[in-house]
């Protein structure tokens, strides 16, 4: 069982910008390959929704209500996925969820605890 935590989020100003990480422990590089990253997110009252998402090879995916503001990468070495946040704005305020969906088992679904975002003045 691989274990993703989440780190990065914080309070900051409209306009501001964050990055989020996510590293996933307990896997060696090999299985890490083997997963599509992904990024959630899910305010108060609300439903948890996709935000962004990259296969091993790199392919990204982007709600629309953030394309051309966030960015998703990955470091295949390094365990590691990243979400860029930049133009934030008030609607982006949610507990932001790092996911790792297995490439060929979908039972293997494995979710970060998560980082709160705060956008505010």
């Known amino acids: 069982q691989v274990q993703l935590v989440e780190s990065g989020g914080g309070l900051v100003q409209p306009g501001g910008s964050l990055r989020l990480s996510c590293v996933m422990s307990?896997?060696?590089?090999?299985?890490?390959?083997?997963?599509?990253m992904g990024w959630y997110r899910q305010a108060p009252g609300k439903q948890r929704e996709l935000v962004a998402t990259?296969?091993?090879?790199?392919?990204?995916y982007y709600a629309d209500s953030v394309k051309g503001r966030f960015t998703i990468s990955r470091d295949n070495t390094r365990k590691t996925v990243w979400l860029q946040m930049n133009t934030l704005k008030a609607e982006d305020t949610a507990v932001y969820y790092c996911?790792?969906?297995?490439?060929?088992?979908?039972?293997?679904?494995?979710w970060g605890r998560g980082t709160q975002v705060t956008v505010s003045s």
């Open positions: 307990r896997a060696i590089l090999s299985v890490f390959n083997m997963y599509t």
């Open positions: 990259i296969t091993r090879d790199r392919t990204t």
């Open positions: 996911e790792a969906k297995h490439d060929q088992y979908d039972y293997d679904d494995n």
